[in-house]
């Protein structure tokens, strides 16, 4: 028997004015997505873990500096000294969103997958070898997984509480010999917040530094590492609301200064030679080539519109349209909402700027007899809704998990409103109720709707956009 999957009125209007409006202006909120049955719908966008929508305020800002778009560090002319400005203003910007000590070095890179690479080509070395071993969970992104594959390395299994897991990287960390502790801030699969400042303590008390993949905190949660006592954080800007592509590494300079350059090129030297090469230190060592400017002077913007939310009415806000689609999945029969902590709070409850635990804007979720990808095209193709399916870029996780073939994740943030949850229930509620309304088939590893004539933008290749897709099913 399928229960009600909407909460009582009452409950339902208190959430309603937390979160029946966007918290900020989004670019391209109102698009419409055609609908495989004809018409139109407004685009449900919840698919922000993934890469969340530009804030309008960063696009505005983004056409006022582009007409002064140069090469930086470089160039004596005008639009040269006003990028050079611009971007060397960021890092200031972006050490003082995250709570940065005032010696801390602010890279640029490409995302947080770049800015842990870079941090792996800088661990610290005794006779020629690393120092020590880097310890991590296994329920990590790629992104904080696979870069310390090629270096000494432990990994734990994270156990079924909190508070238990915490207990064995204590017991991980007394054997000695780890140099480094890498863990996610949040969980980009169910969207559960790891206590950052007890790790940090932790891995201190052991002589380790801690590193915190912020990729997915950073755009839901308040950041300060200095308080924190974090020594180095990652995130990306195309999560952060600003798009063109740039990431950030944040961190003490001792490793960095000491540490390979990350990329060997023009801007990375005190002097060139033939066969040899003296290097700088600073940024600018790991920074080689011309940079991405506009992306930094993105990212830098959007930390700013950020920093200005009320903390309260921004947790507020997610908190109301979490805890409604939760609560809506849950009463839907064959639909399974995910965890990986027993005992890991459900919205941010807890308290403080940045709880020790809780959860962000992300949860993840199977329907019982539907391959996680078509739900993701019926929803996409017969409601206009985006949500993500696969695993996730974290595949020891959804293994433990018992989900080795994926599961589906609607994340949402700053631009979301309640009924984007609200349509994603009803959707879920009529393919339980009558089933698919349209055939589909597997086109390159991707569910498709077949017979798909649905039109695009006049400069948008008129595809269902499988090309290239990535479904990593293979085990």
């Keep these: 028997m399928t229960t009600a999957i909407f909460p009582v009125a009452t409950e339902f209007q208190a959430r309603l004015a937390l979160a029946g409006r966007p918290l900020a202006a989004v670019t391209g909120a109102e698009i419409q997505a055609p609908l495989i049955t004809g018409g139109h719908a407004r685009y449900a966008n919840l698919d922000y873990g993934a890469s969340a929508p530009a804030l309008s305020v960063v696009s505005a800002y983004l056409n006022e500096i582009l007409p002064y778009y140069a090469s930086v560090h470089r160039g004596a ?26 010696g801390d070095s602010v890279i640029f890179t490409r995302n947080t997958t770049d800015s842990l690479n ?22 990590e992104h790629h992104a904080n997984l696979l870069p310390w594959q090629n270096v000494p390395h432990r990994s734990v299994v994270a156990a079924a509480t909190l508070a238990a897991t915490v207990d064995r990287l204590r017991d991980e960390l007394a054997r000695g010999g780890v140099s480094l502790l890498a863990v996610t801030g949040a969980s980009n699969v169910t969207g559960e917040i790891l206590p950052i400042r007890t790790l940090a303590a932790l891995a201190h008390e052991y002589g380790a530094r801690i590193v915190v993949d912020a990729a997915q905190l950073a755009p839901h949660r308040r950041i300060n590492i200095a308080a924190d006592d974090v020594d180095y954080l990652a995130f990306s800007g195309h999560k952060l609301y600003a798009p063109f592509g740039a990431g950030v590494l944040v961190g003490r300079t001792d490793w960095l200064d000491a540490g ?11 002097d060139a030679r033939l066969d040899s090469v003296s290097w700088t230190t600073g940024p600018a060592r790991h920074e080689g080539g011309s940079p991405n400017v506009l992306g930094a002077a993105a990212l830098a913007r959007a930390t700013q519109v950020i920093a200005a939310l009320d903390p309260e009415q921004w947790q507020a806000h997610e908190d109301a349209i979490r805890s409604f689609l939760v609560e809506g999945l849950q009463g839907i029969e064959g639909v399974t909402v995910h965890r990986i902590f027993a005992d890991s709070a ?5 308290g403080g700027d940045q709880p020790e635990t809780g959860t962000i804007g992300v949860v993840n979720f199977s329907v019982e007899g539907y391959d996680a990808g078509l739900v993701a095209a019926y929803l996409s193709a017969e409601h ?4 993500r399916d696969g695993r996730f870029c974290a595949h020891p996780l959804l293994k433990r998990l018992g989900l080795p073939a994926g599961s589906l994740r609607a994340s949402f943030g700053l ?3 309640l009924e984007d949850a609200e349509r994603l229930l009803a959707g879920l509620q009529q393919l339980r109720q009558n089933g698919l309304g349209w055939d589909y088939v597997v086109d390159a590893g991707r569910w498709v709707p077949a017979n798909d004539t649905r039109s695009y933008p006049h400069w948008a290749p008129n595809t269902p956009g499988t090309a290239g897709a990535a479904p990593c099913t293979l085990d």
């Design 346 to 350: 459900s919205d941010s409850s807890t």
């Design 118 to 139: 870079l941090l792996a080509g800088c661990l610290p070395l005794r006779d020629g070898r690393p120092a020590g071993e880097v310890l991590y969970l296994d329920i």
């Design 77 to 102: 002319g005008y639009a040269s000294q006003i990028s050079t400005s611009v971007y060397e203003n960021a890092r200031d910007i972006v050490r003082d969103f995250v709570g940065g000590r005032p």
């Design 384 to 387: 206009g809704i985006g949500l």
């Design 415 to 417: 631009g979301s409103r």
């Design 260 to 270: 390979t350059p990350h990329l060997a090129g023009g801007g990375a030297v005190r």
